[in-house]
């Protein structure tokens, strides 16, 4: 493990004032000529139909070469045609148990013979299930986010799972594995819901479920063990015959010079051109303008960004408050360049590379053709953590026998690897420098191995921070920078989107890159040195209710306040122009006055709407308290307002912030109401249904 130690050293506004100081006279005329406004479009415009439409329903980074939609919705179909015994369906939300999927297919086929196929939920009709033949069987590996939500890919899965009366599965052999938190309150809530309606179907399940907890970083080592679980059954009462493991490429990679420039994805996000069905309403991806990005604060070891990005140019971008941005990150420069120098790429970073697959049931993951370069600044993940199995392959192809010692060690102990992994941000090319540094020495690496081994670059999403009536052109987000210290605090571990948006900001202020440093300019100088971003629009539950007559109840903590702005700035304009606007009570809480954000401006709307009321929280504070301590204190009046005002109720920010906020004023609500806890959970989940009570949390 000496090798190892090396890997230690290797660090990697709303003008609120213009909004409400009108006169009463220019307010109604404004009024009346937004009510004049609001009878034209339903009589003219409002049935007209938006030719942009259609874009909404597209998923992000799939190529023609990728593309879906051209293939059979039948599952039963496609697994006869394609002559494979095991499907695998993927709902994945990060991109986490889709990178599961793809490993369990390898090692089923390295390992058993199997053919399977690694399949997104939303590609096939659910009823489709029901043809696949008794001799074949499948696995769903399922993640679970938010508010003990589907991914996107899996919402109408889902839903048809929850209306089907008429199909059944009787002859369906299935196991299945979820990936959730325990920090969330419906921990693995999805695969719950999915293996309850397949055994309600009369689908047959084949092993326990298994369940990956990600609070403690341990989603890798639970599929791990639930995986030698699916493999003893293979053995012992599938009687499948077990074999030597042996590296068998899916992937086709050549340069291929005959291409040109023109024909190359040198880094856009690609969107799909699959068919509506099962896709989740987004927008199309975009190079946003920055109009502003300034630090919300700057302290030592705490970071904030608010970002405004305009959309003028783009009339088929419409956001509504509360909606997300997907903003899509490259990777830090550095990393590239650690990684083309292990394998010895340094004069082929811009080569066109033509990537096939090599079983035509098999979608390739990643737009082809392109060039390593794109592939590793744009298109794969490769900061992310690489997991204790992949070190395991990894060995078979070291340079040398104390290279290939050192990986089997490190994969086989799972105490080493978890010590490590404590000490340092282990990447691949962190690990293949670490474990031979000289330039090139890992040239004989088959490059299939890396495509197919690292999961895709995906977006991360940011709660918008403004609102859509105030500011319908002018998207802004609100960015908590994220570096994560080790216990030694030798090697932090910088949030790959946050650090990319922070030397965005930094940039344009021509200050030096305090942390990683990235290809500002993007592909073909497509965002200009940082003045512009690849996003797009992602739709939304989190809304204000329809009637802004109602209360809102809102909990945050850090920058969990984003939506929030959004929120109280549109009760704001709606109460400015003479509508009713019921109370606004939001409870905000984070270390110190010194991170309070937007505070000038929630004060000044504070001050000039008396329906609206801030309660602050300083957890560092001389008098410490958590924002879960100002609603029990206020417990009795948010009782009030959500039983007797048809209050809604949002939360936004952490996760075990929510889950406690939830216990405390559950137990105020039980106590008033002589409640059981059976009543209780029957009240909260007509609240949810009802979209009264939503959460946005995360960690």
Not at 29 to 39: N, V, Y
Not at 199 to 228: H, M, Y
């Amino acid at each position: 493990m000496a090798t190892l130690s090396r890997l230690v050293d290797m660090s990697c506004p709303v003008n609120v004032e213009s909004i409400l100081q009108r006169t009463k006279k220019d307010d109604y005329a404004f009024l009346a000529f937004t009510i004049l406004c609001g009878i034209f479009y339903n009589l003219y415009i409002k049935q007209k139909p938006d030719p942009h439409y259609h874009i909404w329903f597209e998923k992000p980074q799939q190529t023609d070469a990728n593309a879906r939609g051209t293939d059979t919705r039948d599952i039963g179909e496609k697994l006869e045609e394609a002559k494979k015994d095991l499907v695998i369906f993927w709902g994945s939300q990060s991109g986490t148990a889709e990178a599961l999927a793809n490993r369990l297919v390898r090692d089923c086929r390295s390992r058993f013979g199997l053919d399977s196929l690694a399949v997104d939920l939303s590609d096939y009709d659910p009823e489709s299930i029901a043809h696949i033949p008794a001799s074949k069987f499948a696995i769903f590996i399922m993640s679970t986010y938010g508010e003990g939500d589907p991914s996107d890919n899996a919402t109408s899965f889902l839903s048809w799972l929850d209306t089907n009366k008429v199909v059944e599965f009787p002859k369906l052999r299935y196991a299945a594995f979820g990936l959730g938190n325990k920090n969330y309150k419906f921990y693995n809530r999805t695969i719950d819901v999915v293996v309850e309606a397949l055994d309600r179907l009369g689908a047959n399940t084949l092993l326990p479920v298994g369940k990956s907890d990600d609070s403690n970083g341990g989603t890798d080592e639970d599929f791990t063990e639930w995986k030698q679980l699916l493999f003893k059954l293979f053995r012992e009462k599938m009687e499948f015959e077990e074999r030597p493991e042996q590296y068998e490429p899916t992937l086709c990679v050549v340069e291929d010079t005959s291409l040109d420039l023109i024909d190359l994805n040198i880094g856009e996000p690609i969107k799909s051109q699959t068919s509506k069905k099962g896709a989740v309403a987004i927008s199309p991806i975009q190079a946003l303008p920055i109009k502003v990005a300034k630090k919300l604060l700057n302290t030592t070891d705490r970071n904030c960004l608010h970002l405004e990005l305009d959309t003028n140019e783009f009339p088929e971008l419409k956001y509504k408050t509360g909606d997300h941005l997907a903003v899509w990150p490259s990777n830090p420069t550095s990393e590239v360049q650690r990684l083309v120098n292990s394998l010895g790429l340094q004069a082929q970073t811009c080569n066109p590379l033509l990537i096939t697959s090599l079983d035509r049931a098999v979608h390739v993951k990643v737009p082809s053709p392109t060039t390593w370069e794109a592939l590793f600044h744009y298109y794969l993940e490769i900061c992310a953590p690489v997991p204790r199995e992949f070190i395991l392959g990894l060995a078979q192809f070291a340079p040398s026998d104390s290279s290939a010692a050192t990986l089997r060690q490190l994969g086989e102990d799972r105490d080493a690897y978890h010590e490590l992994c404590s000490r340092t941000h282990l990447t691949l090319g962190r690990l293949l420098e670490s474990v031979s540094p000289a330039s090139g020495s890992w040239s004989n690496l088959p490059l299939s191995f890396v495509l197919e081994s690292l999961p895709t670059l995906s977006p991360r999403y940011y709660s918008i921070s403004s609102s859509s009536i105030v500011s319908p052109k002018q998207i802004s987000i609100t960015v908590a920078i994220s570096s994560n210290d080790r216990t030694t605090h030798v090697a932090p571990i910088a949030g790959l989107t946050t650090n990319y948006l922070l030397a965005i900001e930094q940039s344009k202020r021509d200050e030096p890159i305090s942390g990683p440093t990235y290809n500002l300019s993007g592909p073909n100088a497509a965002l200009e040195q940082g003045g512009k971003l690849f996003a797009h629009i992602r739709k939304s539950k989190f809304r204000l209710p329809t009637l802004a007559k109602h209360p809102v109840v809102m909990i945050a903590s850090g920058s969990g306040i984003a939506p929030f702005r959004g929120f109280l700035t549109e009760r704001a304009r709606l109460a400015a122009i003479g509508q009713e606007v019921g109370k606004s009570l939001l409870f905000f809480g984070c270390r110190s006055s010194d991170d309070y954000l937007y505070q000038d401006e929630l004060t000044e709307v504070q001050i000039q709407n008396k329906n609206v009321e801030i309660v602050t929280a300083f957890s560092r504070a001389s008098e410490k308290y958590y924002v879960q301590d100002r609603v029990q204190e206020r417990d009795e009046e948010v009782a009030r307002l959500l039983l007797e005002e048809n209050a809604y109720f949002y939360i936004c920010g952490s996760a075990v912030m929510a889950r406690e906020v939830a216990v405390r004023l559950g137990e105020c609500l039980r106590r008033r109401k002589s409640w059981s806890e059976s009543e209780l959970r029957e009240w909260s989940e007509g609240m949810r249904k009802s979209h009264r009570w939503q959460e946005d949390v995360w960690g």
